[in-house]
């Protein structure tokens, strides 16, 4: 009999390494639909992240991110001729392929993980990847005051 193998979050990577379980304060940053309805975040410091981490990387995670997700939604030859190989294939094409929205959510995917592991994670903070929030928020976890008491380090 095969065994169920637990799926683990985010968070519980994060309590792994010793931080407490619960986040004791989860700050969030919504999509901007200013522009349209493209995948865009709101550029705005939340007021919550004041002295837990710099501006400057913080505007840098989420400009990265915003300009991933225009990448993904940008239409490029490359792309149409993707659309059209998929539909002549019957979408076949994609058992054996993934689509350029998917290449790019695997870069974001990995773009959070390293910015976690450098940035945020030091701070007593954790960023989960939108795509876990259906890509409507940034969750950004905020774990303890007296991780995020001391100065933060400059990478």
């Keep these: 009999m095969a065994s169920k193998k637990k799926q683990t979050t985010p968070t519980d990577d994060f309590s792994a390494r010793g931080a407490p379980a619960p986040p004791t304060q989860k700050v969030f940053i919504q999509r901007d639909y200013s522009e349209g309805t493209q995948v865009r975040f709101q550029p705005k410091f939340p007021s919550e992240l004041e002295g837990k981490i710099e501006r400057e990387k913080f505007e840098y995670t989420l400009n990265t991110l915003n300009e991933v997700y225009a990448e993904a939604e940008k239409m490029s030859c490359s792309s149409c001729c993707e659309g059209c190989f998929a539909c002549l294939t019957a979408y076949l094409l994609y058992c054996c392929s993934d689509t350029h929205f998917e290449k790019c959510l695997k870069k974001v ?3 959070i993980i390293e910015q976690n592991e450098r940035v945020y994670v030091p701070r007593g903070l954790l960023i989960i990847d939108p795509v876990e929030r259906g890509l409507r928020v940034i969750e950004i ?15």
């Design 141 to 155: 976890c905020i774990f303890s005051d007296n991780a995020a008491s001391t100065p933060a380090r400059s990478n």
């Design 109 to 111: 995917a990995k773009f």
